[in-house]
C-alpha cells in the first residue's frame, strides 16, 4: 500500500514539473542593452530621424525609457518601427525641462498613463513643485484684499504639472531610486542654460558603471565625476555631451579626461555631442568608439548583474585620484575657462 501511494505520489509530481517545465523554458532571457529611440543621426530607413534624444534601457531585469525626444508622434513611430511594448516599463527618466527631450512624453503616458516617472524638482518647474509659503515677503499692513491669500497662506504652496495626472517622483539631490541604480542630479554653471537641473542614469554592474546622459548642461566632466564616486571604473558612457557648439580645445580637453584621466572603456556619443566630438572621440577610442545611431542597439555585454559597491578592483593610485577628482569642482579648468571667455566676449 505504501508502494503503491508513493508511486502515486511520484506520478504526480511527474506531471506537475511536466506542466511547468514548458512554461520555465519559454521565459524570455533579461536583456542587456541600450535602443536608440530618437536622435537626428543613424541609418535605419524605418526610423524618422529629429533633433532630441531618447533610449530604451534594458539591464539588470528593468526597462527604463530615458527621455522621450520632441515630438510625440515621432517616437510613437519609432517605438513601433522597432517593436517595443511601453506597458512594460518599469520607470522613465526625464534628464531635464528642455522638449527635444520631453515632450515626447504625451505619447508614453497615451500607452501607460500610470508609470512613474523620475524628473528633476525645480522651485517653478514643468514636472510640478512646491515651495514654502515663507518664499515670499510679507507685508502685514496691507488689507486682506490686497495680501496673498488674504494674508493666511497655506505653510507649502503646490503649483502644477503640464501633466496634470502623471506618476512623477521629483529628484533634487542624487538618489538611488533602486538597488545599483542611481539619478546623479546636477545643475549647470554654464552661461544659456545656468541653474538648469539635470539628471542621469548610472547602474552598477560587475562589469563597472553604465552611464546615460541626456544633454550634459552641467558638463559631462562634472557628471562622470559623480558616476566615479560610485564606480570609479565606468564601462560605457550614452547619450548626448553637449559639446556641439563647443570649440576645438573645450572638445579636446574632454575627449582627453574621459580617455585618460577617467578611463572610460566605451563610448557611445550621441544628440548634441556635435560633429566635430563625434570625430574627436573616434578617433581616441578607436574601437572603443560605438556608433549609437537612431536605432541602433548597444549590447552592454555578457554580464550586466547590478552591484553594489565600487566594483571591479583597480590600482589604488588610480582609485585616489578619481576620488580625489571627485571631489573637486572644477578639476580641469574647462569651466574657468569658458567663463574667461565670456567675459572676454563682453569686453
Excluded at 75 to 93: P, Q, R, S
Excluded at 96 to 102: F, T
Excluded at 257 to 275: M, N, Q, S, W, Y
Aim: charged share 20%; proline share 6%; aromatic share 8%.
Amino acid at each position: 500500500m505504501k508502494i503503491r501511494a508513493t508511486y502515486l505520489i511520484a506520478a504526480g509530481l511527474s506531471v506537475l514539473i511536466s506542466i511547468a517545465s514548458p512554461a520555465i523554458a519559454a521565459a524570455p532571457e533579461s536583456k542587456s542593452q541600450i535602443t536608440i529611440l530618437y536622435d537626428a543621426f543613424g541609418t535605419d530607413p524605418s526610423m524618422t530621424k529629429d533633433w532630441g534624444f531618447s533610449a530604451l534601457v534594458e539591464i539588470a531585469g528593468k526597462r527604463i525609457l530615458f527621455d522621450t525626444g520632441d515630438d510625440a508622434d515621432i517616437l510613437a513611430a519609432n517605438v513601433k518601427a522597432k517593436g517595443i511594448d511601453l506597458k512594460t516599463l518599469d520607470f522613465v527618466v526625464l534628464s531635464h525641462r528642455h522638449s527635444d527631450h520631453m515632450a515626447g512624453l504625451n505619447y508614453v503616458l497615451s500607452v501607460n498613463p500610470t508609470v512613474k516617472i523620475y524628473a528633476p524638482k525645480e522651485g517653478f518647474g514643468i514636472y510640478g513643485s512646491s515651495l514654502p509659503s515663507s518664499f515670499y515677503r510679507k507685508d502685514e499692513t496691507l488689507p486682506p484684499e490686497m495680501r496673498y491669500y488674504a494674508g493666511a497662506p497655506p505653510q507649502v504652496m503646490k503649483f502644477g504639472a503640464a501633466w496634470r495626472d502623471a506618476n512623477f517622483e521629483l529628484i533634487d539631490k542624487t538618489t538611488e531610486i533602486a538597488p545599483g541604480m542611481t539619478l546623479i542630479a546636477l545643475v549647470s554653471e554654464v552661461p544659456g542654460t545656468r541653474e538648469l537641473k539635470e539628471l542621469s542614469l548610472a547602474v552598477n554592474t560587475s562589469e563597472g558603471l553604465v552611464l546615460v546622459v541626456g544633454c550634459s548642461h552641467p558638463g559631462i566632466e562634472k557628471i562622470v565625476e559623480a558616476a566615479a564616486a560610485i564606480n570609479p571604473k565606468i564601462s560605457l558612457i550614452a547619450g548626448g555631451f553637449h559639446l556641439v557648439v563647443a570649440p576645438d580645445d573645450v572638445i579636446a580637453k574632454a575627449v582627453t579626461a574621459l580617455k585618460d584621466t577617467f578611463k572610460v572603456e566605451r563610448i557611445a556619443p550621441g544628440h548634441c555631442t556635435g560633429e566635430p566630438t563625434f570625430s574627436a572621440l573616434k578617433k581616441a577610442f578607436g574601437d572603443r568608439y560605438l556608433y549609437a545611431g537612431l536605432g541602433i542597439t548597444l549590447p552592454l555585454g555578457a554580464s550586466a548583474d547590478l552591484r553594489r559597491g565600487e566594483g571591479p578592483a583597480l590600482q589604488q593610485d588610480d582609485l585616489t585620484t578619481y576620488r580625489r577628482l571627485a571631489r573637486r569642482e572644477d578639476p580641469f579648468g574647462i569651466l574657468h575657462a569658458r567663463s574667461l571667455r565670456t567675459k572676454a566676449s563682453q569686453l
